[in-house]
């Protein structure tokens, strides 16, 4: 079974940012997607970014596009989220999972397994 540690929140000042860590390890990471995904206080889950087994093809929702980046290092199994110009409205805990393709599509249903979480908090 895929075990899936994220590293890397942390508090950060509006404009600041971050660069996410997901360490996978229990199963062959290069052949499946990823996604990051995060939940803010009181708010259902949302789809992030994604990126496909090879890194070839990768999907953002809006608020991410232009701001945050996502990548893999198949080498070392680590996924990452690099987040730019970050705002509080981006404050949540973010979690990666692994789907159960290749794609890292925006379906949180497409998705098997998941870490435990890391918090993002912006200050304004």
């Known amino acids: 079974q895929a075990q899936l540690v994220e590293t890397g929140g942390g508090l950060v000042q509006a404009g600041g940012s971050l660069r996410l860590s997901c360490a996978a390890s229990?199963?062959?990471?290069?052949?499946?997607?990823v996604g990051w995904f995060r939940q803010p206080p009181g708010k259902e889950r949302e789809f992030v970014a994604g990126?496909?087994?090879?890194?070839?093809?990768?999907w953002y929702s809006d608020s991410g596009k232009g701001r945050f980046t996502i990548s893999r290092d198949n080498a070392k199994n680590t996924a990452y989220l690099q987040m730019n110009s970050l705002n509080p409205e981006d404050t949540a805990a973010y979690y990666c999972?692994?789907?159960?393709?290749?794609?890292?599509?925006?379906?949180?249903?497409?998705?098997?397994?998941w870490g435990q979480g890391t918090q993002v908090t912006v200050s304004s």
């Open positions: 229990g199963h062959t990471f290069s052949n499946y997607g």
């Open positions: 999972a692994q789907s159960r393709s290749g794609w890292g599509r925006p379906n949180v249903d497409e998705y098997i397994y």
């Open positions: 990126i496909s087994w090879s890194g070839g093809s990768t």
